[in-house]
């Protein structure tokens, strides 16, 4: 099971924290990634992390705002999302996919588990 949490209504200019948590499983034993989606539109990839944290990719629109980051002591993964923008208004999941060490994942389809999102709103 994974649970994503964090999401709310913020202004624009706000930041929020994601929060990922799983039960049941080895979080070290998977990349993870965060993929939003807004309303009527297709998944979009936002970040991804390898299995021990030391590669992280990120989407066009994240970089130098979203951070990305695990604690796989707690099974949590974190994603920073500092300047939101109106645009960014979705709702974001967590998804881990099984992975050699120090591979990223950042197309939906590989990955193996998916959590229920939680909403983003940003107004403007």
């Known amino acids: 099971q994974l649970q994503a949490s964090g999401g709310g209504l913020v202004q624009a200019g706000d930041s929020l924290r994601l929060s990922c948590a799983t039960s049941?499983?080895?979080?070290?034993?998977?990349?993870v990634g965060w993929f939003r989606q807004a309303p009527g539109k297709e998944y979009d990839f936002v970040a991804a992390?390898?299995?021990?944290?030391?590669?992280?990719r990120y989407a066009d629109f994240a970089k130098g705002r979203f951070t990305i980051s695990r604690d796989n002591a707690k099974n949590m993964v974190y994603l920073q999302m500092n300047g939101l923008k109106h645009e960014d208004t979705a709702v974001y999941f967590c998804?881990?996919?099984?992975?050699?060490?120090?591979?990223?994942?950042?197309?939906?389809?590989?990955?193996?588990?998916w959590g229920q999102g939680t909403l983003v709103t940003v107004s403007s």
């Open positions: 049941g499983r080895t979080f070290s034993d998977y990349a």
């Open positions: 998804a881990a996919a099984v992975a050699v060490t120090g591979m990223v994942v950042v197309t939906s389809e590989r990955y193996n588990y």
């Open positions: 992390i390898s299995r021990a944290g030391t590669i992280k």
